[in-house]
């Protein structure tokens, strides 16, 4: 496992071999079960994980029991909370496995060695960051002034190999309708589809 990470690492920057040995004696390897969690709403978050196979979700439970996700985290993605993570403070938010999912995980303090000893590892995190405040930005955007249909071609624009592998009442959550909305939209596209090709 920890060599599909090195691999992402050697893609990703130039990194001496020393470099991605310090990496490798900082990290540990964990494998979640489906439905496992990897964070609890309440505990603090203090780690940074990277995942090598599966998928995580993020979401909120409401008052009412309501599950909202608000971000999912498949092959090559990182997850973690990163309010929590920060101010060292509960989460407000669960992570849990959507599949069995295998990760490559940091705890803050081994984190931190490696973001102090490796510049290169350092700079690739504050990109990855910055990108994912744009995808924020973005995903706000959509909900705002997206139709449903939109928000759903969007959704599998960006996320094609996971568009077949989540289950739908999951992405009916992400994309913040109903399931039955969901079904509604994809058989409108089906239509269109099965009427341009007649």
């Given at each position: 496992?920890?060599?599909?990470?090195?691999?992402?690492?050697?893609?990703?920057?130039?990194?001496?071999?020393?470099?991605?040995?310090?990496?490798?004696?900082l990290c540990s390897v964990r494998k979640l079960r489906r439905?496992?969690?990897?964070?609890?709403?309440?505990?603090?978050?203090?780690?940074?994980?990277?995942?090598?196979?599966?998928?995580?979700?993020?979401?909120?439970?409401?008052?009412?029991?309501?599950?909202?996700?608000?971000?999912?985290?498949?092959?090559?993605?990182?997850?973690?909370?990163?309010?929590?993570?920060?101010?060292?403070?509960?989460?407000?938010?669960?992570?849990?496995?959507?599949?069995?999912?295998?990760?490559?995980?940091?705890?803050?303090?081994?984190?931190?060695?490696?973001?102090?000893s490796v510049p290169e590892f350092n700079k690739m995190m504050?990109?990855?960051?910055?990108?994912?405040?744009?995808?924020?930005?973005?995903?706000?955007?959509?909900?705002?002034?997206?139709?449903?249909?939109?928000?759903?071609?969007?959704?599998?624009?960006?996320?094609?190999?996971?568009?077949?592998?989540?289950?739908?009442?999951?992405?009916?959550?992400?994309?913040?309708?109903?399931?039955?909305?969901?079904?509604?939209?994809?058989?409108?596209?089906?239509?269109?589809?099965?009427?341009?090709?007649?």
């Amino acid at each position: 496992m920890k060599d599909k990470f090195s691999q992402y690492l050697l893609d990703k920057i130039p990194i001496a071999e020393n470099e991605l040995q310090l990496i490798n004696r900082l990290c540990s390897v964990r494998k979640l079960r489906r439905n496992q969690y990897l964070l609890q709403e309440g505990d603090t978050c203090n780690f940074v994980a990277f995942v090598v196979s599966g998928c995580l979700r993020t979401y909120k439970t409401d008052f009412k029991g309501n599950e909202h996700i608000v971000y999912f985290a498949a092959e090559n993605w990182w997850a973690g909370d990163r309010e929590s993570y920060v101010k060292k403070m509960p989460s407000a938010f669960n992570i849990d496995a959507v599949e069995e999912t295998e990760l490559v995980y940091f705890t803050r303090e081994n984190f931190e060695k490696v973001s102090e000893s490796v510049p290169e590892f350092n700079k690739m995190m504050y990109l990855l960051l910055q990108n994912s405040f744009i995808a924020s930005q973005n995903k706000i955007h959509a909900a705002m002034t997206f139709t449903a249909e939109e928000k759903y071609n969007d959704f599998v624009a960006k996320f094609t190999h996971l568009a077949n592998r989540i289950p739908q009442q999951m992405i009916a959550s992400y994309l913040g309708m109903t399931p039955e909305t969901l079904s509604r939209v994809k058989s409108a596209i089906a239509k269109s589809i099965g009427k341009g090709n007649s």
